[in-house]
């Protein structure tokens, strides 16, 4: 059980009409979110919305801002930001592991009240900055110091107009002059234009920007990264020879300033090129450079997955905010009753409201578990590659599963929170359309977190390939054990619901919902490559029968193998020691609820895969999932509150912690600017007949 010292940590909240249901769950709230995060990690976002709280600038804005003052807003606070120092000094010096864990730590506090701002500091400060690291050397320190010091805004250039996903057919290009030494950079046609980049439509003063490498002799040395000046930093205007933008109104996130840019033989030092792993010589000559292996490996790792993981991160807390809303109205919101006369019931007690909320909150947990566990596990994998010794294979072998992991769990994270944001959305009903229901802000900030870093169904087929690799390799390579279910595939295999219910193997139990896993991954694996090696066998390229093979095969597989690691995850939390007995049972029907909503969701390959017949495994899996969501009836709004940030963050109008609805509700109808006042234009409207007798 957590010292009380612990639970400290915690807000207390207010009393008010959700305490009727609070006060049915059997298990204390704090207790619980201690179980969901790690102790010291919400101490410092409680400590860092405790110095936002008073800031007039991070105050949430009651109606949306025209987009120049979003962007203006969002700069001004990421100068903010920088001049409160919310990181001790003392941090980095603190070894690698502790120190990005604070640093992701503040990072999710920003993102929960300014969107916009954590994703121009993750882009300008984190991105870049890792990139710097994974491909540049020591003379590109001086602009890594000043990045991360915040002298200078920057971004990273990537994407294209033509070109995203497929980075390798970026068309910008440098061709290095030995004359002068330098490299020309040239944009051939508006489709080369660099374009969505985060940071560039205003501000950025530089951009680490990937461009195809020329030598003099017309030889074409691949995709390189360089370092390339925009405008003047103490200006902001660009520098002649650069044509850039903005590219105007997006769906959200309009904080940020996300810009194209061309180039017109613009010139750059020799030195711009990041030249970690290849370099071109003053005379012109290019030499690839491959020392420390581990090193690179781990600093690959790092530019490619954090980012990744910094998304998961935020899209767990936008999953928990969406799913608080919706708990938390459900318990206040009553409509109909058995009497049509008598009193009504809270529409939490419907069953079908139930069905459609409960997942949410019990994906919010699982979900957050899981985000944490990965995240661990990836930064002890970047610590080992830092560290002297290490065995390169092993670290590659690690590297590599880490990457499938992150590359499955991206979509699966990122999509289950969008999913949730339109659920809650329409479980609030026509209040929950409100702005200050905040709904619409989530689901708009939230939207292209399944886009970028990865387009999700991308990014997916890179978990697969994977997994389809490690099931053809005679031995499995799955150092963090992620896949070693591949090597009982056989008994896995011959496995179907009635065996298990032979051994008396019970539905609720974390042993059916792994086996059923297990089973499920291993057949969509022999059916992906029995259909690849067919398609193989009649001339068909890999190209092409991988890309037949996405729905209904490897797809699934990706979104199953995402599921299972988080469902594993969230277990071996639930089975530590510091867990109290009066937290199992509620820790076990959440992951009950999602285990089974999940499997829900794959239920037509069971049947096509003959791992069921008849209705019973389907009759069992639903039962259990209905079973669980009235279980969780009693314990749901205490569940929320152990999810929830403080209302200023959570920032919604009918999801606050007193659950003084209606007053709150009628605070924001009678207060919102002008609402009772006739409207200026009044005369301009009031119909032509009537008009006359005026
Ligand atoms: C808000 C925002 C900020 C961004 N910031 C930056 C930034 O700072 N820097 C930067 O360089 N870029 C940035 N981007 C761009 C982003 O990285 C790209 O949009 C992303 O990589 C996807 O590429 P795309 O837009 O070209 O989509 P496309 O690759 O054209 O994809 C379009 C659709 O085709 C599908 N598709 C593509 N290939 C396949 C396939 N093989 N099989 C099946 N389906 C496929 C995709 O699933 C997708 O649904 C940003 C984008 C957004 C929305």
């Given at each position: 059980m957590p010292a009380e010292q612990e639970r400290n940590v915690i807000p207390d909240l207010p009393r008010g009409p959700l305490c009727t249901y609070r006060s049915k769950a059997k298990f204390n709230w704090k207790d619980f979110r201690l179980v969901l995060e790690d102790t010291e990690l919400i101490k410092i976002k409680y400590d860092i919305w405790r110095r936002l709280e008073s800031e007039p600038l991070f105050a949430p804005v009651t109606s949306t801002l025209p987009v120049d003052q979003q962007k203006e807003r969002a700069a001004r606070q990421v100068n903010r930001i920088a001049d409160l120092e919310l990181a001790p000094p003392e941090i980095y010096s603190k070894p690698y592991k502790y120190r990005v864990r604070y640093l992701m730590s503040i990072n999710e506090a920003l993102h929960a009240v300014c969107p916009s701002l954590s994703v121009k500091i993750a882009l300008g400060v984190g991105l870049f900055t890792n990139s710097l690291l994974a491909m540049g050397t020591e003379r590109h320190q001086d602009t890594y110091n000043k990045a991360w010091n915040r002298e200078i805004i920057t971004c990273l250039a990537i994407t294209e107009v033509s070109h995203g996903s497929n980075t390798k057919r970026c068309r910008t290009t440098a061709t290095y002059d030995p004359e002068t030494q330098e490299f020309i950079i040239h944009t051939p046609d508006f489709e080369a234009a660099k374009c969505?980049?985060?940071?560039?439509?205003?501000?950025?003063?530089?951009a680490l920007m990937f461009a195809i490498l020329y030598t003099a002799d017309g030889q074409n040395h691949g995709l390189q990264g360089f370092l390339v000046p925009i405008r003047d930093p103490k200006t902001l205007l660009p520098y002649p020879g650069v044509t850039v933008g903005d590219i105007g109104e997006k769906i959200g996130l309009n904080g940020i300033d996300n810009g194209f840019v061309m180039f017109n033989h613009y010139r750059i030092p020799r030195e711009n090129l990041l030249n970690r792993t290849g370099d071109v010589t003053p005379e012109g000559v290019y030499e690839s450079t491959f020392s420390e292996p581990g090193k690179i490996l781990g600093a690959v790792l790092e530019s490619f997955s954090a980012g990744r993981l910094g998304i998961m991160q935020e899209s767990s807390n936008t999953l928990s905010h969406a799913a608080v809303i919706a708990v938390r109205y459900a318990a206040l919101r009553k409509q109909f009753g058995t009497d049509r006369d008598g009193p009504e019931q809270s529409i939490i007690e419907y069953q079908l409201h139930q069905w459609r909320i409960f997942p949410y909150l019990a994906a919010a947990c699982v979900l957050k578990v899981s985000v944490f566990a990965m995240t661990e596990t990836y930064l002890e994998t970047v610590q080992k590659s830092q560290a002297?010794?290490?065995g390169f294979e092993l670290l590659t072998q690690i590297v590599s599963e880490v990457h499938a992991l992150v590359s499955s769990s991206k979509p699966l994270v990122t999509w289950t929170a969008r999913d949730a944001i339109q659920e809650s959305r329409e479980a609030c009903g026509g209040h929950g359309y409100l702005r200050s229901a905040n709904l619409g802000e989530l689901r708009n900030n939230h939207d292209p977190s399944c886009t970028y870093e990865g387009d999700n169904n991308v990014l997916g087929q890179q978990a697969s390939n994977w997994l389809v690799r490690q099931w053809k390799n005679v031995k499995v390579e799955s150092p963090v054990g992620t896949a070693s279910f591949i090597e009982r595939r056989d008994k896995i295999l011959r496995m179907n619901f009635e065996s298990l219910q032979r051994s008396g193997v019970p539905v609720e139990s974390s042993e059916f919902i792994t086996h059923c896993y297990e089973w499920l991954m291993c057949w969509l694996l022999q059916e992906s490559v029995a259909q690849m090696d067919k398609a193989s066998s009649q001339g068909i390229d890999t190209f092409t029968s991988r890309n037949n093979c996405q729905v209904y095969r490897a797809r699934d597989l990706s979104r199953a193998y995402a599921e299972y690691y988080a469902l594993r995850s969230f277990w071996t939390r639930c089975a530590?020691?510091?867990?109290s007995e009066s937290l199992r049972p509620v820790l076990f029907n959440v992951y009950l609820l999602y285990g089974t909503w999940c499997l829900d969701r794959h239920m037509s390959t069971f049947y096509t895969g003959s791992f069921a017949n008849g209705s019973a495994f389907a009759d069992a899996v639903r039962g259990v999932l209905l079973k669980v969501c009235g279980l969780l009836k009693d314990s749901a709004v205490a569940i929320a509150d152990a999810l929830a940030p403080p209302d200023w963050v959570l920032n919604s109008v009918i999801a606050k912690s007193d659950g003084r609805l209606y007053e709150n509700i009628q605070s924001v109808f009678m207060t919102n600017p002008g609402a009772m006042e006739r409207a200026a234009w009044w005369k301009d409207i009031i119909p032509t007949k009537l008009r006359s007798k005026l």
């Open positions: 969505w980049v985060g940071n560039l439509g205003k501000t950025a003063s530089v002297e010794s290490n530590r020691d510091d867990v």
